[in-house]
Structures are given as C-alpha cells and as structure tokens.
C-alpha cells in the first residue's frame, strides 16, 4: 500500500496521560500535514511540514502538543497530559508540488478516545 | 477569523433525485478543492479548482468555482446508493498551504 497510514488507528487513554502518533506520508511527498476532525465537523488545520521543517502552528496547537518530522519522512504527533477535550480523529496527509495546485491525501487516522 | 461555510447541512434524497451542496468563503479563495469522506472513513479528494468562474464535471459530478472566486458548489445528477457520505469542500486562502475545510454536507440516499 503507497498511501498515507497511521498508527494506531485507535487509541483509549485515560486524562492526564501523554499519547504519540505516527504519519508515514506517501514517499515522495515532502510536505506533511496534521488535522484534527470532531464529529460532524470538517478537518482543523493543526501544522505543517515542508520536509523536516514545521512551517506553520494552527492556534489550536496549545503547548501541550508536539509534532516533529526529524528526517523529512515520518512525522509524531505528541499531545501530553491529555483532556477530554482532546476526543477526536487525528488526520495525517501529504502531497506535493506547487502552492495552490497540489492534492492533499489523506490516511485513515487516528481515533483518540480521552476518558 | 477565515471561515468557509457550507450548506445544507444534511440533505436526504431518493435515489435518482439530484443533490447540490454549497460553499461560501468569506475572503477569497486561490483554490477550493472537494473531498468526500465515507462514514467511518477518512476524507477523499475529487477535484481542484482554480480559475474564476471554473466549471469541472467528473461523471454525475458538476463542480463549479465562482466568479468572485468566494463560492463553490458540487451538483450530484440522479444521487445512487455510493454517493453517500459527507462531502467537504475546502478553501486555499493565499496559496499558503493551509486548507480551511467547510464543515461539510451529508448526503444519505434512499433506495
């Protein structure tokens, strides 16, 4: 499979503990994006990476969450001392090419469940 | 802040009947892209426009751009029992990379 996948798929935690995330983007592709989506609701623009580099934070990325991409290819999404508020499906894509004419395509996310 | 808007927010229609959803940004857009999202899934992409006043047809898909480049909509023709799920659009503001989706049309389809 060349697409985008990411680990876990699901993910129960309880308030308070720190979760990780893995995107593997598909292999060419050197930008990197996170989104967050709650029920009924379109994606939210988390942050982006071009390559390794994390070009821009969305202000719903408080500083209790982390993302890194260390060699342009994987990326980590960490959220520490989690809240319920944090419920959501977590949506990694990637893509290529110029702004404005790329395709963003998306893995299946992960679903973190915060009790 | 940058919004999109999209509406209806649900729509429920015979199979055979045509369905239409659409967008409203309140700035202009570069380009707005479509995605469809099954339930349980994640979001598809279908297409990309650019160009104001745009139109784009993919089989019973008609997509279309406005002129003001602020306003899109995605016409199905005669929905089938596959076209269900949430259809989203999304908006390109300055060419920055960031899409800021709408929050999306479900389409449920009675056989």
């Known amino acids: 499979d060349t697409g985008v996948s990411q680990d876990p798929r699901h993910k129960i935690t309880k308030r308070g503990q720190n979760v990780t995330f893995r995107c593997d983007p598909i292999?060419?592709?050197?930008?990197l994006y996170w989104y967050r989506q709650t029920l009924g609701q379109g994606p939210e623009f988390l942050t982006y990476?071009?390559?390794?580099?994390?070009?821009?934070k969305s202000r719903l990325l408080s500083d209790r969450f982390s993302a890194e991409r260390p060699k342009g290819s994987f990326s980590t999404l960490e959220i520490q001392r989690t809240e319920q508020g944090d419920s959501a499906m977590y949506l990694c894509?990637?893509?290529?090419?110029?702004?404005?004419?790329?395709?963003?395509?998306f893995g299946p996310g992960t679903r973190l469940l915060v009790l | 802040g940058q919004q999109v808007m999209q509406i209806p927010q649900y729509q429920h229609v015979q199979e055979g009947e045509d369905f239409t959803t659409y967008c409203n940004s309140s700035?202009?857009?570069?380009?707005i892209q479509w995605y469809k999202q099954r339930p349980g899934g994640h979001p598809v992409f279908l297409i990309q426009?650019?160009?104001?006043?745009e139109v784009k047809k993919q089989k019973r898909l008609t997509f279309q751009f406005g002129e003001a480049k602020k306003n899109s909509s995605l016409h199905i023709t005669a929905t089938q029992t596959t076209d269900v799920g949430t259809y989203f659009c999304?908006?390109?503001?300055?060419?920055?990379?960031?899409?800021?989706f709408g929050s999306g049309t479900r389409l449920l389809v009675r056989p």
């Open positions: 894509a990637s893509s290529e090419g110029l702004a404005g004419v790329e395709t963003q395509y």
């Open positions: 700035t202009t857009l570069s380009n």
């Open positions: 990476f071009q390559n390794e580099a994390q070009l821009e």
């Open positions: 292999s060419e592709h050197n930008r």
């Open positions: 999304a908006g390109d503001l300055d060419s920055s990379y960031k899409l800021i």
């Open positions: 426009l650019v160009k104001s006043g």
